[in-house]
């Protein structure tokens, strides 16, 4: 399909309520028009996580404003698209219903065609959105909720290599910083503690590196943060603040250890398809992470492999990431009508093998 597309992404899996219009010509870069992410940190603070009634009623509030919003900055209307995407699962189901039903509203009051998107594809599709990156590329998504390793062959092929079986690492880090007293996200707040800290004062496991694989685990390291915690307070009846910042750099440096080495085995994995032009793509708030990204970084230098990391308003949840991968699918002749389902669990790679446990913001793949 050679036309010029312009579609209208729509994304409620979780706690961002957003849309986006993204115009794409083939051969050229495609141009975001307009991006509108409404988070719901301030709704959900008070309750130590994500709540999914919360979540959805929010979603089903605000998705039609996002979605003007978005129309009026790309000073675009409804008549001037081409179609429209929008995140089907795997999420939180009364955020996705929300965004699937105002799909089908729009697209059965315009005639516009509909095209359900994978919120995991739509991470793994944004290294072509922000630099038109040549398939096949390995790609790591990392956030609060997501863990895994994937090659994208195509638009709509991606293998699993791996992932964590339990938590995922940015659970990990909001978790620690719970246990630390510090604020939320934790992410930001562990690796500013982390930075003043003696990573080697305590020796935290390295889960899962004994066995062979990609898959990966966190909730350990958790537990062995609480005990150091624990032992810490009962021999000196309290934290300092320099035993907070040891404790967050030893955490911090086998999180980013676990990762850096599973990521030499994701990559051998994937040069075994013997790329053209092999990269190694992030997505996900974790990647943020100056300590997580430099050893990454490292890793692939090391292996001659490209290390791409998009902005983080792009590698994290967002409604660009979403019209994009439907313009992708859309070329590759894939469109759904009124029977499309939200799904609150949708592996991306149906042939590998099912991860276990559920993270903090809910089902899944
Ligand atoms: O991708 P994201 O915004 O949302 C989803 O989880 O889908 O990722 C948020 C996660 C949070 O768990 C947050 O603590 C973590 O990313 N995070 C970080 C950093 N910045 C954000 N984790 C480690 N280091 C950071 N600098
Ligand atoms: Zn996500």
């Not at 911090?252 to 994701?266: I, N």
């Not at 149906?350 to 276990?356: E, K, S």
Request: hydrophobic fraction near 50%.
């Amino acid at each position: 399909m050679t036309q010029t597309l312009t579609f209208l992404g729509i994304e409620s899996s979780c706690d961002d309520t957003a849309a986006a219009v993204i115009r794409h010509a083939p051969g050229d870069v495609p141009q975001i028009l307009a991006s509108v992410v409404e988070g719901q940190t301030a709704l959900h603070a008070a309750f130590g996580g994500v709540v999914p009634e919360i979540a959805a009623r929010a979603h089903a509030e605000r998705l039609d404003h996002c979605v003007e919003q978005a129309l009026v900055e790309s000073g675009l209307a409804l008549r001037d698209l081409d179609g429209i995407a929008v995140t089907a699962g795997p999420g939180l189901i009364g955020g996705v219903l929300s965004g699937v039903m105002l799909a089908k509203g729009l697209a059965a009051a315009t005639g516009l065609p509909m095209v359900g998107v994978n919120h995991l594809a739509g991470h793994a599709l944004t290294p072509r959105l922000t630099d038109q990156l040549a398939f096949p590329y390995l790609m790591l998504l990392v956030s609060g909720g997501h863990c895994q390793f994937l090659i994208a062959h195509s638009a709509e092929r991606f293998q699993r290599l791996g992932g964590t079986i339990d938590d995922a690492p940015g659970e990990a880090f909001d978790k620690t910083a719970k246990l630390l007293g510090l604020p939320q996200p934790g992410g930001p707040a562990v690796q500013a503690e982390a930075a003043l800290g003696n990573a080697k004062r305590f020796a935290f496991p390295r889960p899962l590196l004994d066995r062979p694989g990609c898959d990966m685990s966190f909730s350990g390291l958790k537990t062995a943060l609480l005990r150091a915690r624990d032992a810490v307070i009962a021999e000196r009846g309290g934290l300092t603040v320099q035993d907070r910042r040891d404790l967050c750099a030893a955490f911090q440096l086998a999180v980013a250890e676990v990762l850096a080495e599973k990521t030499r085995r994701a990559l051998a994995i994937y040069l075994e398809h013997d790329p053209a032009q092999p990269a190694l793509a992030v997505a996900g708030g974790v990647a943020a992470n100056t300590l997580i990204r430099a050893m990454l970084e490292t890793v692939c230098a090391k292996a001659g492999v490209r290390f791409l990391a998009p902005p983080l308003r792009l590698c994290t949840d967002n409604a660009a990431m979403i019209a994009w991968a439907g313009i992708e699918r859309f070329r590759a002749g894939m469109v759904d009508d009124m029977a499309l389902a939200a799904r609150p669990r949708w592996p991306l790679d149906a042939t590998a093998a099912p991860m276990i446990g559920s993270g903090k913001k809910g089902a899944k793949a």
